[in-house]
């Protein structure tokens, strides 16, 4: 059942791919459309985010290159598609280097000034491109900071709690078997929360400065 799943992804996905480049993009987004049908189970983590990810870039690219591009919805996609690939390495607790480097870094989806930037120019349009910084800002403290909690990582097992954890495993190995255990029930668990509250959020985000300034 999973192997004819993952056929028809990928076979919705090349289709939109096919009508994307004939310039067919009404087509090209119905099979997205079509696609999210065939995403595995939400407790089939890392590959569910990784689906719904693609799903996310595709319809990005769509908004931005249509005859009239839909400026607010190629920055919803874009930015959900990039929170889903950071939550993707919430998937690997209690091993979070990958997150927390990120993190450390401020890895985010902005590229600079550049005038010919999606982002930027999308920004532009809607006439709140002043607010990038603020817009940003915000949004890098919901993927690095609400995000895992609504993945379902509690505040305890926090970076250095859980490196604290790891240390001391043979001196206090029942917080260690218990760290261990909840990391087995956090992975087999449905995470449709997690779409659902990013999309929410960035929609929600790129309103209030849009009304801010346009209202």
Not at 3 to 21: G, P
Not at 70 to 82: G, T
Not at 95 to 124: A, E, T, V
Request: with cysteine; hydrophobic share 35%.
């Amino acid at each position: 059942m999973e192997t004819d799943r993952t056929k028809l992804f990928d076979m919705a996905i090349a289709m939109s791919d096919s009508f994307y480049k004939k310039k067919d993009f009404e087509n090209a987004f119905k099979e997205l459309i079509r696609a999210t049908l065939y995403v595995n189970k939400p407790s089939e983590q890392p590959e569910y985010l990784w689906k719904l990810r693609i799903i996310y870039e595709k319809q990005a690219e769509i908004c931005i290159n249509e005859p009239n591009p839909k400026y607010d919805f190629f920055i919803i996609y874009y930015l959900v598609a990039f929170a889903l690939d950071i939550a993707r390495d919430l998937t690997s607790f209690p091993h979070l280097n990958p997150f927390y480097y990120r993190k450390g870094i401020n890895y985010n989806p902005d590229s600079g000034d550049d005038d010919d930037d999606q982002l930027n120019l999308s920004l532009k349009k809607l006439n709140i491109l002043k607010f990038k910084k603020n817009i940003l800002k915000e949004y890098g403290n919901f993927i690095y900071s609400e995000l895992p909690i609504i993945y379902g990582i509690p505040i305890k097992y926090d970076e250095d709690s859980v490196k604290r954890i790891f240390d001391s495993m043979t001196t206090n190995p029942d917080e260690y078997f218990g760290l261990m255990s909840f990391s087995e029930e956090l992975k087999a668990k449905s995470i449709d929360i997690v779409p659902f509250k990013t999309y929410d959020f960035v929609s929600k985000l790129l309103q209030a400065y849009y009304d801010m300034e346009n209202s």
